[in-house]
């Protein structure tokens, strides 16, 4: 079981960064491939970034592709989203999730979830 607790969302102009956290509860932490979707309101999830277990892997959605950077800390059980170059398009509910399997842009392969933090990105 993995309980995951998302921090870091607020209010940013265009252009400007913030940095989510998601911290992770349970032992087997180091083994899941985690992963940060977002959802807008009346829009689908949609898949950001995911990072293999080791962290010495990662996927990145190609709408944020050279603006945001996935990264784990298995020492201190988080996981980071850092977002750059902040556009009004990102703003959205974001997600940490977790799965015990492969590196996927797939939600439906992800077995936990967190609660979601709010970013809102005014132009």
């Known amino acids: 079981q993995v309980q995951l607790v998302e921090s870091g969302g607020g209010l940013v102009q265009a252009g400007g960064s913030l940095r989510l956290s998601c911290a992770a509860s349970?032992?087997?932490?180091?083994?899941?491939?985690m992963g940060w979707f977002r959802q807008a309101p009346g829009k689908e999830r949609e898949f950001v970034a995911a990072i293999s277990w080791s962290g010495g892997s990662t996927y990145i959605a190609d709408s944020v592709k050279g603006r945001f950077t996935i990264s784990k800390d298995n020492n201190k059980n988080m996981v980071y989203l850092q977002m750059n170059s902040l556009k009004p398009e990102d703003t959205a509910v974001y997600y940490c999730a977790a799965n015990a399997g492969r590196v996927v842009a797939d939600a439906n392969e992800y077995d936990y979830w967190g609660q979601g933090t709010q970013v809102t990105v005014s132009s």
């Open positions: 349970g032992r087997t932490f180091i083994m899941y491939v």
